[in-house]
């Protein structure tokens, strides 16, 4: 999971000067020369009549579909310091001897979470998720296990497609993130921690959301519970369809705190039809030339 801080200095120094503004604003009323008899039309309470949704049937018919991806890594030695003396140096073979030997490289495992978006076996996952991987490996619900090949990345979205030679398997709808509203309910899929098709839900909090440096992505900010190994796997609406891949969250402690980011399915699918085609993205650029 890719952790990010935003300002959070300034944003614990907003918060509480917005509640009080707001607290302020409510308590004004009426002026006291308005007139007694006045009709006042009664608002029905916001809260009247709601109900919580049930999530249970997006869970189970989504959820076969929803894949933990399991990542072994490469580390990376550590550096060692170089003699100042030349191998054919008499004093090179004597302090060679205090040098501390180079560790050697074990090999280092991670998880993320992804989504079938084809019954032939192709995977929507965070480029995060595989990035340096050296073998991917993709689990289903129903403990099948495949190796899984890396058909490409964009690390600027944040996009990978992975492949498993399969067939018929689970796939889930894809929605069109341009019609979610703020305040609608989201449910998010995935493997936090390892803990293999865990289902949070919340709300959308904003839309088009921009963060330092993925200027490329217009995110959608949730308060969905998404922790590490969330990564990749997907946010959809109440029925059922995919409208987003949870990428990134906002924490100070690396777990969640409420703010939750995630790729709009809108632009996760262009880049895939890029990636499956091509195996890469082309962008366009604006062809412009300072003349002397």
Not at 236 to 254: C, P
Request: glycine share 10%; proline share 8%.
């Amino acid at each position: 999971m890719k952790m990010k801080l935003i300002r959070a200095a300034v944003l614990a120094a907003l918060v509480p000067a917005a509640f009080v503004a707001g607290y302020s604003a409510s308590k004004a009323g009426p002026s006291p020369q308005a007139a007694p008899n006045a009709a006042v039309a009664q608002a029905a309470p916001v809260g009247a009549g709601f109900r919580i949704p049930d999530f249970s049937q997006i869970a189970e018919q989504a959820g076969p579909a929803v894949v933990n991806i399991s990542v072994t890594k490469q580390a990376k030695a550590a550096l060692v310091e170089q003699l100042p003396f030349d191998e054919k140096d008499p004093l090179f073979g004597f302090f060679r001897h205090f040098q501390v030997p180079v560790p050697k490289q074990a090999p280092m495992r991670g998880v993320g979470s992804g989504f079938i978006v084809s019954p032939d076996g192709y995977v929507l996952t965070n480029a995060h998720v595989v990035d340096g991987a050296k073998e991917v490996d993709v689990k289903l619900t129903d403990r099948r296990e495949f190796t899984a090949k890396v058909v490409g990345t964009d690390p600027k979205s944040d996009i990978a497609l992975l492949k498993v030679e399969a067939k018929d398997l689970p796939v889930v709808r894809i929605g069109h993130s341009q019609d979610i509203k703020v305040g609608q309910w989201v449910v998010a899929m995935g493997s936090p921690f390892g803990f293999e098709n865990s289902v949070t839900a919340g709300i959308i909090s904003a839309k088009s959301r921009s963060l330092p440096g993925e200027g490329y992505v217009p995110f959608i900010q949730t308060d969905v519970a998404v922790n590490p190994g969330n990564s990749g796997g997907p946010l959809f609406d109440l029925n059922g369809n995919v409208i987003g891949i949870n990428s990134q969250i906002y924490s100070q402690t690396g777990g969640y705190m409420g703010l939750s980011f995630a790729i709009p399915i809108d632009v996760a699918m262009h880049v895939k039809d890029q990636l499956q085609k091509h195996g890469k993205v082309t962008r366009g650029r604006i062809g412009v030339a300072i003349q002397p």
